[in-house]
């Protein structure tokens, strides 16, 4: 069964509010990835965090890793109309990927 | 991103049917896979393959038959369609095992079994 949970499923937001997405597994992950959706399109890779506790930035999104490392979370600051998609995180426990159940995110102007 | 590309797009069948969703990928990538995408569970895995001749099996694969004959080609066989086999199939390709190693996933294939 599905072994990485995603929180919330559905967020609404405010252009200009912050959003997050929460992460969680329940085993220990090597490394996370996340990953973006665009509705109607395929999931682009973002980001891969590997070591506990890393937090990494890409303009206006903040990646977080957890100190045990099953847990991640993906910030966004000031969101845009752009952000609009589903967001999933993935980890490997081997060579099978898990990926969450997503949170998709919608901007409203 | 022209690398990795589905066929058909788009497919309707009858239930009993076989069906074969194409995937070629151009990056001669060690890893392909196969998922499905459904509302409320995201995506799941069917199949991966290693190198040309090794499958094995995801979260989800029954029902399914994948084989991989050549790196760049990857087919997906559903033997008898369901109902429940309708989805969303993404492939996607990784340049080594999942576990370090980005993903880069085709277009998608939208079938619906009726």
């Known amino acids: 069964g599905q072994q990485v949970m995603q929180i919330p499923q559905y967020q609404h937001v405010q252009e200009g509010e912050d959003f997050t997405t929460y992460c969680n597994s329940s085993?220990?992950?090597?490394?996370i990835q996340w990953y973006k959706q665009r509705p109607g399109g395929h999931p682009v890779f973002l980001i891969q965090?590997?070591?506990?506790?890393e937090v990494k930035k890409q303009k206006r999104l903040t990646f977080q890793f957890g100190e045990a490392k099953k847990n991640s979370s993906l910030h966004i600051t000031a969101t845009q109309t752009t952000d609009v998609g589903t967001y999933f995180c993935a980890g490997p426990p081997g060579n099978q990927f898990y990926f969450g159940t997503g949170t998709s995110l919608t901007v409203i102007p | 991103d022209a690398g990795i590309t589905q066929s058909p797009r788009y497919k309707i069948t009858e239930t009993g049917r076989q069906v074969t969703l194409m995937c070629h990928q151009t990056?001669?990538?060690?890893?392909m896979f196969w998922y499905r995408q459904d509302l409320g569970h995201g995506l799941r895995l069917i199949y991966y393959s290693a190198a040309a001749d090794i499958t094995d099996k995801g979260e989800v694969p029954d029902g399914y038959v994948v084989s991989r004959s050549k790196t760049e080609n990857f087919p997906l066989t559903l033997e008898s369609a369901t109902r429940s086999q309708t989805s969303v199939y993404f492939c996607?390709?990784?340049?080594?095992?999942?576990?370090?190693?980005?993903?880069?996933f085709g277009p998608g294939t939208r079938l619906t079994v009726l």
């Open positions: 990056w001669s990538h060690s890893y």
């Open positions: 965090l590997v070591k506990s506790g």
């Open positions: 085993t220990t992950l090597s490394n």
């Open positions: 996607a390709s990784s340049e080594l095992g999942g576990r370090l190693h980005t993903q880069y």
